[in-house]
């Protein structure tokens, strides 16, 4: 199983320093690499009082400028608010930029906020969602194509120019739900699955999945996104990690995330009742042996870890820089 950053970048309350924190993320990225990480993804939310940056094709676009061989990519872009064509072609000029080295994940959305700040209907979005995919596929395939759609008409189009990866660069899909997974296995090249939810829950959401997968003649691939965070000790990572995952799922219960509609008051968030077969944290054996359990409980290719949260501003940029080198020193050469 290969390893990759997300970072959410972002520095509540008011979103003040944002460049510091951009300048952070690239040598956090920088490290990851020489650490043997794969990858590193960026989030999409718009107008965040934290300031959490709106555009992540644009910060990947200064992580590749800034590595070698690091893949970068989106996890995700909200899909039903762009229009397809234009993010085609961002698209295609990042993978040339990076000499192929960008992988587009995308989602539905599920903040009305989002949706609100283009005046797009979230009614909508699984239709929006589903044309667009089918256009960026048309607009990747070399060739000239119209498409007639409830929510999009083209006539005569050749997308120019062509993405450095053949056939294209690889769509992979946000999915917490099994309708998500089967959408992601019908019209993706990949799954994603949520970080904030439990083993057993990311399994049956990866088996729907490769049913749907391989019932449509694709082989499956499926990546997992986790909360994690490797320490000297247990100790240390609760009293590092602990706030800041407690602060991010605060908010996400407050705005109605699929994973935390079971808890009915916010005094029921404690670690103590989230941690158990959900956060990956501890030293590096105890944590090397939950990656181990996800990735034979899932077969993932991938694990994505999220180590620096958007809604809480930490843990710090010299905390996350050693639990990278930590990872990339005592869990990395043992997932191979």
């Keep these: 199983m290969k390893f990759g950053l997300y970072s959410s970048i ?12 951009v300048d952070e993320v690239i040598e956090e990225a920088q490290l990851a690499e020489q650490a043997g990480f794969d990858s590193c993804f960026f989030g999409e939310h718009h107008q965040d009082k934290d300031g959490f940056l709106p555009s992540p094709l644009i910060v990947c676009t200064a992580v590749a400028a800034s590595t070698t061989k690091l893949r970068v990519g989106t996890s995700v872009i909200l899909l039903p608010l762009h229009h397809p064509v234009r993010l085609a072609e961002d698209v295609v000029t990042l993978d040339i930029i990076s000499k192929g080295r960008v992988t587009l994940g995308v989602g539905l959305g599920y903040q009305q906020a989002d949706f609100d700040a283009f ?16 256009i960026m596929r048309e607009c990747w395939s070399g060739k ?24 294209h660069p690889p769509i992979w899909i946000g999915a917490s739900a099994r309708v998500s997974a089967r959408r992601a296995a019908n019209i993706g ?66 705005n109605g995330l699929r994973e935390f509609q079971s808890i009915k008051d916010e005094s029921e968030l404690t670690l103590d009742r989230i941690a158990k077969d959900r956060l990956i944290m501890g030293d590096p054996e105890e944590c090397l042996d939950e990656f181990q359990r996800w990735s034979e409980g899932t077969g993932a290719e991938s694990c994505l870890l999220r180590l620096r949260h958007a809604h809480s501003g ?11 080198d930590l990872i990339g020193d005592r869990i990395v050469p043992y997932m191979g």
């Design 144 to 167: 000239e194509f119209s498409f007639d759609g409830k929510h999009h008409q083209i006539e005569n189009l050749r997308v120019m120019p062509d993405p450095i990866q053949q056939p």
């Design 119 to 134: 005046g797009v209907n979230m009614v909508d979005r699984v239709e929006l969602f589903e044309e667009k995919v089918q």
């Design 314 to 324: 930490g843990p710090s940029h010299a905390q996350i820089m050693k639990t990278i």
């Design 10 to 21: 972002a520095n509540p309350p008011r979103g003040e320093d944002l460049p510091r924190c």
């Design 189 to 254: 090249d990949a799954i994603v699955t949520t970080p904030s939810t439990t083993l057993d829950n990311t399994s049956r959401l990866i088996n729907e999945y490769k049913v749907a997968a391989e019932a449509a003649g694709k082989t499956p691939t499926s990546i997992i996104m986790r909360d994690a965070w490797v320490a000297n000790s247990r100790k240390e990572a609760e009293e590092v990690y602990g706030p800041e995952v407690l602060a991010a799922y605060r908010y996400y219960w407050k």
